[in-house]
């Protein structure tokens, strides 16, 4: 139901977009990212309010990425988030998840249930 694509290895300044594919359900509060490191816990990336489309980022990647939303087909059956990730640094490698949740905007991953595959970004210096 959720599918994320777009990773890969790039290096450190250059750019890459990640895309989350919903379909099968209405996902139609809150859709975001979070990435996890080796040996380290899920952090939160990003989330955007799919009717408003309010973004919401953390610190570490405000002014470099930028979290955006489709609706791919009329009855909002099958939509589309994307990451547009600049000037990437090593600290941003990490596996990307997308996640979907009812609600408002949150940060804690504990709180999105619904989750994709994640994506592998690499980052070399």
């Known amino acids: 139901q959720l599918q994320a694509s777009g990773g890969g290895l790039v290096q450190a300044g250059g750019s890459l977009r990640l895309s989350c594919a919903a379909s099968?359900?209405?996902?139609?509060?809150?859709m975001g990212w979070f990435r996890q490191a080796p040996g380290k816990e899920r952090e939160f990336v990003a989330a955007?309010?799919?009717?408003?489309?309010?973004?919401?980022?953390?610190?570490?990647v405000k002014g470099r990425f930028t979290i955006s939303r489709d609706n791919i087909s009329e009855d909002n059956a099958k939509k589309v988030l994307h990451l547009q990730m600049n000037d990437l640094k090593p600290e941003d490698t990490a596996v990307y998840y997308c996640?979907?949740?009812?609600?408002?905007?949150?940060?804690?991953?504990?709180?999105?249930?619904?989750w994709g595959q994640g994506t592998l970004v690499t980052v070399s210096s």
């Open positions: 955007v309010s799919w009717r408003l489309g309010i973004p919401d980022y953390a610190d570490s």
């Open positions: 996640a979907a949740r009812q609600g408002r905007r949150e940060s804690a991953a504990r709180l999105y249930r619904y």
């Open positions: 099968g359900r209405t996902f139609d509060s809150v």
